[in-house]
């Protein structure tokens, strides 16, 4: 089985990049969780859209979402809400329309996130829920993390080291597996 798995920061040592390398490292042995980089995603622009297409670098990410199981997001929380540039890579993945289908539709995805603040990233995650519901995914309810105080959890290059954080995340990807697979728990 392959997940996709892309991180909403663009920070090199994000925190969320890290709880995603992480997570790949406690996937089961019969799955893999492929990670992909919104770094080169341009800003949408629907005259670049109309004149010249989708961009390559968004073409390779839709291509590679299409033909995984499933999809794990992993959002920062920027003022209470989706970060920016996350939302503009799935807004352009969402082009052109006739692509959602392929792409995103009936797609089991799951949430998860760290961030320095007390909060977690539960209004993030909250966020996401009426794009999921627009792009008629399949969102994972079986489960939830969001990693707050995140300094106290990862080191200065952004890699987990909280043993406590790195179990939660390791139920948390078992149960998203076991969604993928079509079995409720």
Request: glycine share 10%; net charge positive; no cysteine.
């Amino acid at each position: 089985m392959t997940i996709i798995g892309i991180a909403g920061s663009l920070r090199k040592n994000s925190f969320n990049a890290g709880l995603l390398r992480a997570a790949a490292e406690v996937v089961s042995a019969d799955t893999r969780l492929e990670i992909l980089s919104i770094r080169d995603v341009p800003l949408y622009d629907g005259d670049v859209e109309e004149t010249t297409g989708v961009p390559a670098s968004v073409q390779q990410i839709k291509d590679r979402v299409a033909s995984a199981d499933g999809l794990l997001l992993v959002s920062p929380e920027y003022n209470n809400s989706i970060p920016g540039v996350f939302k503009n890579a799935i807004d352009w993945m969402s082009r052109p329309a006739m692509d959602i289908g392929r792409v995103f539709v009936g797609r089991p995805v799951a949430l998860i996130g760290a961030t320095p603040g007390m909060g977690g990233t539960l209004l993030a995650q909250a966020a996401w829920l009426p794009v999921f519901r627009t792009l008629q995914m399949r969102p994972w309810f079986g489960g939830r993390l969001s990693v707050s105080n995140a300094r106290q959890s990862f080191d200065a290059q952004g890699n987990l080291t909280d043993e406590k954080v790195r179990g939660r995340l390791k139920t948390f990807v078992s149960g998203f597996e076991v969604f993928i697979r079509g079995k409720q728990e």
